[in-house]
C-alpha cells in the first residue's frame, strides 16, 4: 500500500520541528506545532556595519530616491523592461505593472462588465467579456498548475527577496539614527514563511522626523526593485548568444 505524499509531508514536518526544538531549545518558539518563529535583538548589531556603508550619502538624496521609487512601483509600474513582453488584458507590456494599477484595472473592468449585462444576451457573450476585461490570476499548486522544481525555485526567490526588504528597512532606520529592536523569521508548514525587522518607529520618529519614517517604509519595496533590475539584468545576458555557451 502506498503512502500519500501529503502524510510523507505531515510527517516530515512534525520531524523538522523535533528536531529544530532539540537543537536549538528555548531560541525558537514553536506554536501548535504548524509554525515556529525565532526572534534575536542582536540584528541591530550585524546591520551596523552595512547602514555605515551609506553614512556619507546625504539623508535628503536618499528619502528623494527610496521614496520615489516606491511610489513609482506603487502607483504605476515596476521600472523593470522585461526581455519577452507579456499580455495584460489584450496588450503587450514591457514593463511589470503596479499592485494599485492592477487593483484599477480590475475595479473598472467590473464597472464595465456591470453596466453592459443588459447588452449580453448568452452566457458565453459574458465569459469572453470577462475573459478579455479581468487581469486572469492563477494559483500556484504544486504538481498541479506548477512543477514542483519550478515552485521550489520560487519559494527560494522569495526568500531571497523578503531577506533583502526587511534588511534594508533596518539599514535605513539606522541610517537616519533610528533603532532596531529585534529581527527574527518565521516558518511553517515548509511553505508559509518571512522574516521581519522591528524598528523603533517611535525613536526614529524623534531623531528623523516623517521623512525618517518615509524613508525607512519606503526601503524594502526599493531594495527589491533593485534586485528585480539586477535579475532582469541576468536575464537580458542569458538571452545574448555569444554568452549562452559559458552560462
Not at 32 to 50: D, I, K, N
Not at 99 to 109: D, E, K, T
Not at 188 to 208: M, P, Q, T
Request: hydrophobic residues 60%; charged residues 10%.
Amino acid at each position: 500500500m502506498s503512502i500519500s505524499p501529503l502524510i510523507w509531508f505531515v510527517v516530515a514536518w512534525f520531524i523538522f520541528v523535533g528536531l529544530v526544538k532539540l537543537a536549538f531549545r528555548d531560541k525558537v518558539k514553536v506554536y501548535y506545532y504548524v509554525a515556529m518563529m525565532a526572534r534575536s535583538s542582536g540584528v541591530e548589531g550585524f546591520l551596523r556595519p552595512l547602514a555605515n556603508l551609506i553614512s556619507g550619502v546625504p539623508s535628503v538624496l536618499i528619502f528623494i530616491v527610496v521614496v520615489a521609487f516606491f511610489v513609482v512601483a506603487m502607483v504605476y509600474a515596476i521600472p523593470v523592461l522585461i526581455p519577452m513582453p507579456f499580455q495584460v488584458l489584450g496588450y503587450l507590456v514591457g514593463l511589470v505593472p503596479s499592485f494599485i494599477r492592477m487593483l484599477g484595472i480590475n475595479l473598472a473592468a467590473t464597472v464595465s462588465v456591470l453596466m453592459s449585462l443588459h447588452t449580453i444576451t448568452t452566457q458565453q457573450a459574458a465569459t469572453q467579456l470577462v475573459e478579455n476585461r479581468f487581469t486572469p490570476a492563477t494559483p500556484l499548486i504544486p504538481g498541479v498548475t506548477i512543477s514542483v522544481n519550478i515552485f521550489l525555485i520560487i519559494l527560494i526567490a522569495i526568500g531571497i527577496s523578503i531577506l533583502i526588504h526587511e534588511v534594508s528597512h533596518g539599514i535605513i532606520a539606522l541610517r537616519y539614527g533610528g533603532r532596531i529592536k529585534s529581527g527574527g523569521a518565521f516558518l511553517s508548514l515548509f511553505i508559509l514563511y518571512g522574516g521581519f525587522v522591528e524598528v523603533d518607529e517611535s525613536d526614529l520618529r524623534k531623531k528623523a522626523g516623517l521623512r525618517g519614517v518615509l524613508a525607512m517604509l519606503s526601503a524594502g519595496v526599493f531594495s527589491n526593485m533593485v534586485l528585480s533590475i539586477i535579475a532582469v539584468g541576468l536575464m537580458y545576458l542569458a538571452l545574448i548568444p555569444v554568452l549562452q555557451p559559458y552560462l
